[in-house]
Each structure stands twice: as C-alpha cells, then as structure tokens.
C-alpha cells in the first residue's frame, strides 16, 4: 500500500502546477485521497473523531493552500469533517440508546448506579451540543445507517469488565473509521454520477423549439443539452465562444456530433442575440453560501443580458461545487490571472512591453482574469444533482453538507505552558 504522505505530496505537486483543475476533478481526487488518509489513520480508544478530525486538516489545509482558487478542494475537505462528526454523534445516539439516562443527585445510592449504568445531565448536554444541525426533510427521509448498540457486559471480576470495555472501545473504532469510509464511497459515487442525476432533469427544463444561449464550455451543460435532444426536444443552441480560451468552439463541435442545432457566437455580440433566447443555461466553477456564483469570465455580462430582456438565467452545479464560504471571507480567492500569451503574441507585441518609458515599468499591461463572480440577484434557478433550487435556498443545501465548526480550517494551536 503507497505511504499516505507520498500520495499527499504527489497531488500538492499537481495543484501547485496546476496539472489537474475544474471542479469535478479536483474534488474526486480530494476524496480519494482522504479515504485513503482515513484509512491508514490510527486512532486512540477515546477521542476516536478528534483524531480524524485533526488528520483530516491537517492534510486540508495543505491541498487548499496548494491552489486557493480551487474551492472544490476545501468543499470535500468540509465534507469529509462533516462525515465524521456525523458518523460520530449516530455512534453515541446508538450508544445512549442501550443506556438509562437521568441526571445525577447527591441523594441517589451508588448502588443503583453500579447495576444501571446511568448517563449524567452533563454527558447528555455535551452531546447535544455536539448535533450538527437541525433536521431537515431531506435528512428526515433518508434511510438511517444499520447500527447495533453496544452492548453493556456486567462482571463480577475487575480484570473482566476492563477487558470488555476495552473491546467495547475497540469495536467502536473500527466501526467508525468503516461508517466514514462507506460515507466517502458514497460521496465518491455521488460526484462521479452528478453530471447524470442533473441531465435527468432537462426534459422539465427545456422545451420545443426553444433557444438556448451558453458560454464557454461545461461537461455539466453539455450532458443537460444532449439528455433534453434525447427525450426529442427540439431545439437551438447559441454558443459565446468564451474568449481568450476559446472553449465556446470545443463545445459547438461536441453538440453538432450529437446533432444539436448550434450557432456560434462572438463574446460581444451577447447584447444583441439575448433578445432571440428563451434561456440562459451554464456551468459554475463555485456556488457560494449566499446564492452568489464563480463562474468562467464572461457569465456576468450574460447575466446582466439575460436581466435585462426577462430571460431565465439557469445555473447547473453539483453539490460539491457548494461552498459553506461568502465571498468576502478572507478565505475565499474569487480569481486568478492567467498568461498574457492568450491574449497577444508577444512577437508582435514586443516593441510595447519594453520598459521604454524610463519609469521602470513596462507601457503595455496586460490582465487576463479566469473568473467572474455573479451575484445571485442575477440567478434564477440553481439546478443541482438534487433537483431544482431558488438562490435563496442555497443556505439550507449547505447547512446540510457542512458544519459551522469546519467552516475555518486552520487547526487549534495546542496549549503552551
């Protein structure tokens, strides 16, 4: 089996040198690696979650550090915390369940305290406190995890009841670390399976004879629009090339392959065709905690278009790209700048990037942005792998994906005498 810290340093590497980017990518890989960073973790007896929590940040804050601009690697990051703590508190409901629970008297014997184990007032308020979060509907019909209680052994010899508890903390150990790794299986198969689950709502979406205007490209917006042209909608699409990059043309080839009408438009001429949409459909790069999204640049443009003419500007994202962060935070990077280069030739372009100016600082700059931040004024519909949602809304989906506690990453400093 490869060393963890091996593994960790080999996808550092590949943040830094950006040899894997986009969303979907980067937050399977994140989720792999921290399966495999669970599962060669070892943990005390007590404190089983706090021990995985803090192997989990420990390596978090690394791979965010490593390339901010990802935010799909810091959301798997919460994730994965979430799980455990989730995982966590189901083991001691389970627990409690098996035990009496009342609060602790100085008039109570210490005899009926031997023969009933009783949980005290204080150990059920810790517990309380430890709740995510209220339930939600969505938690409320899912299928609660097949537990056993564990069970309390009573001997009459020490050396005995020492042994079972010891057992007891044992079992509960591995069981904890086997409830985390099926949960991140699961996670593991809901990003690999999000382009799916979303693509099945398109037929609810799109309707005959309808014009559909996009920019850039999106394997998520892609498989929207062929599912739709499955069910034998017809339909047009238009297509902003989304300069400097061009990905606009990857995805006008893609559709004509399947058979898609498809028009191809420049940037700039965004204004005068949204008169001829009847909707605006595109991918993200991240949804933030207030409805607001990351997306390639160029989208705010469109969606100020699309407000503009009445037309219903739809985001499609998968839940792993819903961040539990606000855009002021100091922990979110909304941009980076990319190379020059895809902007102008520098051959042609020499003469004005010479430091002629006797400043010490060249005539021409060049800024070429990755990203654009949308507002979510701006937004109509999110549309996600769990259906169909109003911006406002956005805070409930992450309060169920993420807690409060792991919202900073940054791990306690320990305690110096």
Do not use: W
């Amino acid at each position: 089996m490869p060393d963890v810290q091996a593994l960790v340093n080999e996808f550092l590497f590949k943040l830094k040198k950006r040899k894997i980017e986009g969303s979907h990518a980067t937050a399977r890989q994140t989720a792999i690696l921290l399966r495999s960073v669970i599962s060669q973790q070892r943990i005390p007896h007590t404190h089983q979650a706090a021990a995985l929590i803090d192997a989990v940040k420990a390596v978090g804050e690394q791979l965010v550090a490593a390339n901010p601009v990802e935010l799909a690697v810091g959301n798997i990051v919460r994730r994965v915390l979430h799980i455990i703590r989730e995982e966590d508190l189901s083991l001691t409901t389970v627990a409690m369940a098996g035990l009496n629970v009342s609060p602790v008297s100085d008039d109570e014997g210490e005899t009926d305290q031997d023969d009933h184990p009783v949980l005290s007032a204080a150990a059920v308020a810790a517990a309380s406190r430890n709740t995510l979060r209220p339930p939600s509907l969505q938690t409320l019909l899912e299928d609660l995890p097949d537990s056993t209680a564990i069970p309390h052994t009573s001997s009459s010899g020490g050396d005995s009841d020492g042994k079972s508890k010891s057992a007891d903390k044992s079992t509960r150990s591995r069981k904890l670390k086997h409830d985390v790794i099926e949960a991140l299986n699961e996670l593991i198969g809901d990003i690999d399976t999000c382009h799916e689950q979303i693509a099945e709502q398109a037929v609810e979406h799109i309707h005959q004879n309808e014009v559909i205007l996009t920019l850039g490209s999106s394997r998520t917006v892609l498989e929207f629009l062929c599912a739709a042209k499955e069910k034998k909608r017809s339909f047009r699409v238009f297509i902003a090339e989304g300069a400097p990059r061009y990905q606009g043309h990857l995805l006008a080839k893609e559709l004509v392959a399947r058979g898609l009408q498809t028009t191809l438009i420049t940037d700039s001429a965004v204004f005068a065709m949204i008169s001829r949409v009847n909707m605006v459909i595109v991918g993200a790069h991240a949804v933030m905690a207030n409805g607001g999204v990351i997306a390639p640049v160029g989208l705010n443009m469109v969606a100020l278009a699309a407000q503009r003419h009445a037309v219903p500007f739809v985001v499609l994202a998968g839940s792993h790209k819903l961040c539990p962060l606000y855009p002021h935070n100091p922990e979110v990077l909304l941009n980076e700048l990319r190379s020059p280069s895809e902007l102008l030739d520098f051959g042609e372009f020499s003469d004005c990037m010479d430091f002629g100016s006797g400043t010490g600082s060249p005539l021409l700059h060049v800024v070429n942005p990755t990203f654009d931040y949308v507002p979510p004024k701006l937004v109509s519909l999110f549309i996600t792998d769990t259906g169909g949602h109003n911006p406002s809304y956005v805070y409930r989906l992450i309060a169920d994906y993420y807690s409060n506690d792991d919202l900073v990453l940054q791990r306690k400093p320990a305690p110096t005498n």
